[in-house]
């Protein structure tokens, strides 16, 4: 087991480093709202990735892989909910994110449900644990589902601990973006376009 665990955390790290959706979320998260908001959005992340083990280690994944179109249909639905999450942004007061208002109207459980569903829409996860968990068993033979929670487990960890980290530097950076007026205007629309960007990027 333990040869397996060192390649496999450090394929776990380069996944997570990436730039990718879920980083750049709780990057933009944690500058908008503070480092508990990024924080509680890197948890909900995290969250996610029992349900990627879960179809690894009962065999769903299987399925996903040998059906290019409910593959697709995964996609489309992430890149579905960037788009509506973009929409919401532009709806949205640029200064509110700023303002103790704008705090108290994003609760906490909200953001970790918005972290959840992104995960688990994002199918370079997908992609990443149907590619690499298998190959990383130390016991083919053995109870199979258990080793898949462990694997999934490290990979919860080392996910934690760099998103974390993330979004306590983003929520230092809000501090001097507060005491810029147009700096609200400024993140809302680099939302919109980090948005609109990955989803084209998960379709094509």
Same mark, same amino acid.
């Given at each position: ?21 879920? @980083? &750049? ?9 503070? /480092?508990?908001? +990024?924080?509680?959005?890197? #948890?909900? =992340? !995290? ?15 299987? @399925? &996903? ?9 995964? /996609?489309?639905? +992430?890149?579905?909910?960037? #788009?509506? =999450? !973009? ?15 704008? @705090? ?101």
């Amino acid at each position: 087991m333990p040869e397996q665990i060192i390649p496999f955390l450090t394929a776990s790290m380069i996944l997570t480093l990436s730039p990718g959706p879920d @980083i &750049i979320y709780v990057m933009v998260q944690g500058m908008a709202n503070g /480092k508990k908001h +990024g924080l509680v959005t890197a #948890l909900g =992340l !995290a969250a996610g990735i029992i349900i990627h083990t879960s179809l690894v280690a009962f065999g769903v994944s299987a @399925i &996903i892989k040998s059906s290019e179109t409910l593959f697709f249909i995964i /996609k489309l639905f +992430g890149a579905l909910y960037l #788009l509506y =999450l !973009a929409y919401r942004v532009f709806k949205s007061n640029p200064q509110i994110a700023y303002s103790a208002e704008g @705090i108290k109207q994003k609760s906490l459980f909200s953001l970790f449900k918005q972290g959840f569903i992104m995960n688990v829409l994002n199918p370079k996860v997908t992609i990443f644990f149907l590619a690499f968990f298998p190959g990383f068993l130390w016991e083919p033979e053995g109870n199979t589902v258990l080793q898949f929670y462990i694997l999934g487990g490290i990979f919860m960890l080392q996910t934690i601990l760099i998103f974390g980290s993330v979004a306590v530097l983003a929520g230092k950076i809000s501090a001097y973006l507060r005491q810029h007026k147009y700096s609200g205007l400024v993140l809302k629309w680099l939302q919109i376009v980090v948005f609109v960007g990955i989803a084209l990027f998960i379709l094509f």
